[in-house]
């Protein structure tokens, strides 16, 4: 099976602009977590999608936000980026929503300037 | 906020060393994952051990859990400059069903 892929794998973004992040899950996972990884912060768990509903959230201001699509492809959103975005975001699946073990994608390297 | 605290940092070794890292966490859990990252790349599960379990093993890995010191070891056995990387405990704390991850210790394997 193919693994967790994620779009694009690096970018660059201008304060206040938004972005947006992309993630297809390995094949037949139906649960996508998103997670923020900076050296000050590590890494801090954004939030889950289960069967497109947000089932989880982490403690991140409303700037971001995520949906999930039938086919179990996930988006996540920042609007009006800060500098402190900058980040790499990893995207993870698992099969079930009470399945414990995470596959991770590469991750995006977002950059703001 | 981070659930768990690892130590050390960093860690330097020797080819062939064994290598210790310890995480300890906060809150009750239903388990406690170990995942390595290289490099900037994305996360790899290496084992995962429940919360009624002391002690797991996995080819060149060991991993305990004294749930009482809410406390957990990772031995890496025999190592290999491929094992450099950073490695990370993960808990599922319970009745949360997310992953909080500690800060990571930082293994360089010399050759």
């Known amino acids: 099976k193919a693994g967790v892929t994620q779009t694009p794998r690096y970018l660059i973004k201008t304060r206040g602009q938004q972005v947006t992040l992309s993630c297809s899950p390995i094949s037949g996972h139906r649960s996508v977590s998103w997670y923020q990884q900076t050296p000050g912060q590590g890494l801090q768990f954004l939030f889950e999608?289960?069967?497109?509903?947000?089932?989880n959230k982490g403690n991140f201001p409303g700037r971001f936000s995520g949906r999930q699509f039938s086919n179990s492809r996930s988006e996540m959103n920042v609007s009006t980026l800060e500098l402190g975005d900058s980040a790499l975001y990893l995207c993870?699946?698992?099969?079930?929503?009470?399945?414990?073990?995470?596959?991770f994608g590469p991750g995006t390297r977002l950059t703001v300037t | 906020s981070q659930q768990g605290e690892e130590d050390p940092q960093a860690l330097s070794i020797q080819e062939g060393e064994n290598a210790t890292m310890n995480c300890s966490y906060k809150t009750s859990i239903n388990n406690l994952q170990w995942y390595r990252q290289n490099s900037g790349r994305g996360l790899v599960h290496l084992i995962l051990i429940r919360s009624n379990e002391r002690e797991k093993h996995s080819g060149r890995l060991r991993v305990t859990l004294d749930t009482s010191k809410k406390s957990s070891s990772l031995l890496i056995t025999a190592s290999r400059a491929a094992d450099t990387a950073s490695y990370f405990c993960a808990t599922d704390a319970q009745g949360a069903q997310k992953l909080v991850f500690g800060q990571g210790t930082r293994l360089t394997i010399n050759p």
């Open positions: 999608y289960f069967s497109e509903t947000q089932r």
């Open positions: 993870a699946s698992r099969p079930a929503f009470d399945s414990y073990e995470q596959y």
